[in-house]
């Protein structure tokens, strides 16, 4: 009996290895300083990651890990930046909050474009509204934009307390990233896949780059 019960207790053992999605610990951490990791953005040239926070956005050089510029957003007092995303030669970024105002900045020159009407790549008034984030919110609102992301068959999605579940097609969880640093239990981290890595954030300023484990 103990053969059977001993191959049985193995075959769950390698079952769960083979299930693993990402391998730990983290390949690479990106310090943005103190602040909740809200969005996420990569360059069209896969060289830099742009992070919305809840104090702005900052845009690193991911091989280094260095800061390259700071877009200070400002939504009638509020820094949050919801959504994040840059233009087709990633020359410019647009941030959004809560209230849906968007903002445009120039990578080069660090300045922000009011010119809005020129920017035709950006949300629109009724995508940012179909978004969540309008005129009307409050402050309090929290309308996190990447709760959840796909790779093949595989899903991910932000959990209670920062942490991130990956499931297969059927539901079934696969893998948990939990982050005990947090001390925000509503904060939901961004799910981003990008190049063979599985990237989030934190309430505490970091930004996880984690490689996919191989089939």
């Known amino acids: ?23 730990e610990p983290s390949a690479k951490v990106i310090n943005v300083g103190k602040a909740e990791v809200t969005s996420l953005a990569i360059a069209p040239k896969g060289d830099r990651i742009l992070v919305g926070t809840n104090r702005g956005a900052e845009l690193f050089d991911i091989e280094k890990g260095k800061r390259v510029a700071s877009f200070p957003y400002d939504e009638d007092g ?12 990633g020359e410019f970024v647009v941030l959004i909050g809560y209230a849906g105002t ?3 900045w120039d990578v080069k020159s660090g300045k922000q474009d009011k010119m809005l009407a020129r920017q035709r790549w950006i949300p629109d008034a009724i995508r940012t509204r179909d978004l969540g984030l309008k005129k009307g919110n409050s402050d309090f609102d929290r309308f996190y934009q990447q709760s959840e992301a796909e790779h093949g068959e595989v899903q991910v999605r932000a959990d209670k307390d920062g942490s991130v579940v990956f499931t297969d097609v059927d539901g079934n969880a696969l893998q948990t990233l939990t982050y005990p640093e947090n001390k925000d239990q509503h904060h939901r981290a961004p799910c981003l896949f990008h190049n063979g890595q599985f ?16 089939p």
Do not use: C
Request: negative net charge; charged residues 15%.
């Open 1 to 23: 009996m103990k053969f059977p019960l001993f191959a049985l207790t193995l075959a769950v053992l390698t079952h769960h290895v083979t299930a693993q999605v990402v391998l």
């Open 78 to 89: 509020s820094t949050a930046v919801y959504y994040a995303a840059f233009n087709d030669n």
């Open 102 to 104: 968007r903002e445009v």
């Open 199 to 214: 990237i989030t954030g934190t309430d505490d300023g970091r930004v996880l780059f984690y490689d996919l484990a191989k």
